[in-house]
Every structure is written in structure tokens, then in C-alpha cells.
């Protein structure tokens, strides 16, 4: 009797056990990705460093890649440091793609940030030289 006691114990805690992990790691997945408040900060601080640099005295007066805009001192301290760049313009943070893409004479540029889909649903941000940030969601996101 003791020892059937002890098993159904044993039973239950590993249960408990896991059901724990389970519940840990489903909390921890959002936890990985930028809340949509950081993504929205994300935004405006490429914003404010790309108008920066465009509009320094003696600049070039050119807007910039992603690449070049991380490499730039001015833009260091403003955009995030957790940013991975995956080519020229593309890069990943924390569960979003970034893409910033200048035009060929440098005089515009197109920014997006969007959520990798693989981590379900989250609000994408897109926004230009003018500075104007424009909220999304993809189709079948509520």
C-alpha cells in the first residue's frame, strides 16, 4: 500500500512537473518577441536616425541602407543593438523582420517592421522619409 502511494505520488509530481515546463515554455515564447510598443519604438528610432544623418550640415544628404545606418556613429546609440543583419537592407530582431530599403539616388527610403508569422499573429509597422508610421496586421490577424 505504501509503495503504490508513493507511485501514484511520484506519478502526480511528474506530472505537475511537466504541465509546469509546458506552461513555462508557452510563457516564454511571447517573451522572445518585441511587444508591439518596442516595435512602434523601433520605428521611430530608424526614423529619427535616418532624418539625423539626412539632414546633418555637412552631411551628403542621403538616406541609408539598414547596414549603413547601423554602421553610422550618429545611429549607433539609436537603434537597437539586439538588431541581426541578414543582408544589405534586412535584418531580424527579437521576433520581427526589419527592412530598409533606399532608393537608388538616396533621396527616399521605405521601412517596414514586420512579425515572423511562424510565432502566430503581431502588428507590423511601415513608415517612409515623411516620417508617418503606419499600423498593420495581416489579413486573418485579428
Request: net charge neutral.
Amino acid at each position: 500500500m505504501k509503495a503504490a502511494t508513493i507511485r501514484v505520488t511520484s506519478v502526480i509530481l511528474v506530472m505537475f512537473g511537466l504541465s509546469v515546463g509546458v506552461h513555462s515554455a508557452r510563457s516564454a515564447a511571447p517573451a522572445e518577441r518585441l511587444t508591439a510598443d518596442e516595435a512602434l519604438r523601433l520605428v521611430r528610432q530608424i526614423n529619427t536616425a535616418e532624418a539625423t544623418i539626412f539632414l546633418v550640415k555637412d552631411g551628403d544628404h542621403q538616406y541609408r541602407t539598414l547596414s549603413q545606418l547601423l554602421a553610422s556613429p550618429k545611429a549607433k546609440s539609436q537603434v537597437t543593438a539586439l538588431l541581426n543583419l541578414t543582408d544589405e537592407s534586412t535584418g531580424t530582431v527579437q521576433g520581427y523582420t526589419v527592412q530598409l530599403l533606399a532608393s537608388p539616388d538616396s533621396q527616399h527610403y521605405s521601412l517596414g517592421v514586420t512579425p515572423d508569422t511562424s510565432q502566430g499573429c503581431g502588428p507590423a509597422f511601415f513608415s517612409s522619409e515623411a516620417g508617418i508610421i503606419y499600423p498593420a496586421k495581416a489579413l486573418g490577424c485579428e
